[in-house]
């Protein structure tokens, strides 16, 4: 095949350039600290009904890190008056709608607790799943915001049959080996936003303030 002299070498670096945009490298742990902007996420499923939609600018009174976020669009559901609808704009089960994946090299094995920094209204859009190599074990189910409305707000609760506002401590993955996996968030209530998360192997680290912790790098 004629390249009107285009070297091979040349075409070789950048087809292997394209090839890489198209699948960024995954993001790496180091020291029990994994931090990721919510946009970068590798691949998106499961959005026939419901999909993170990518929004730039600040919401009212609030910056986002970076000035850019992701919501489960459409929202039609924003109060209790709002008919509930599973399957549509709420989705109890984790992995069955508007699914995130992110490709992540952890260094170190072990359990890791989630926090979200989130952007909560009400009490309709404030729930999420996270789960792990396909996986969506009862660890990473129903993470709920109560507090921190009408801004943004680092949360690590898990909402319970004892309390509807979220447990501390009970939002976690465990990661049996170190390598190559995928952590993933799915909806629970259509309008959730989200900015950034993060994965600690610190039980006591504390809520972030402002942006929270530098992102993590990706592999090289």
Not at 13 to 35: D, I, K, M, W, Y
Not at 54 to 64: N, Y
Not at 74 to 92: A, M, V, W, Y
Not at 153 to 180: F, M
Request: charged content about 25%; aromatic content about 10%.
């Amino acid at each position: 095949m004629h390249n009107d002299g285009m070297p091979r070498l040349l075409i070789i670096v950048l087809l292997s350039v394209a090839a890489s945009a198209q699948n960024p490298q995954p993001f790496v742990e180091r020291n029990g600290l994994l931090v990721i902007e919510a946009e970068q996420f590798h691949r998106q499923e499961l959005v026939e009904v419901r999909k993170w939609t990518l929004q730039k600018g600040d919401v009212p009174g609030a910056s986002a890190s970076g000035g850019q976020y992701l919501q489960v669009l459409p929202d039609t559901r924003r109060t209790h008056d709002d008919k509930l609808i599973r399957g549509e704009n709420f989705s109890p089960e984790p992995g069955r709608m508007a699914v995130l994946h992110y490709d992540v090299q952890f260094v170190k094995a072990g359990r890791y607790y989630v926090w979200v920094r989130a952007y909560s209204t009400g009490p309709e859009d404030n729930g999420l799943h996270v789960g792990f190599d396909g996986t969506w074990p009862e660890s990473g189910q129903r993470i709920q915001l109560c507090k921190g409305k009408n801004r943004w707000y680092w949360e690590s609760a898990q909402r319970t049959e004892a309390n509807h506002c979220g447990e501390p401590g009970k939002i976690y993955l465990d990661v049996p080996a170190p390598g190559r996996h995928t952590v993933s968030f799915s909806m629970r209530e259509d309008g959730f936003a989200l900015d950034r998360f993060l994965l600690t192997t610190d039980a006591a680290f504390r809520r972030p303030e402002d942006a929270g912790p530098a992102a993590s790098g990706r592999v090289r």
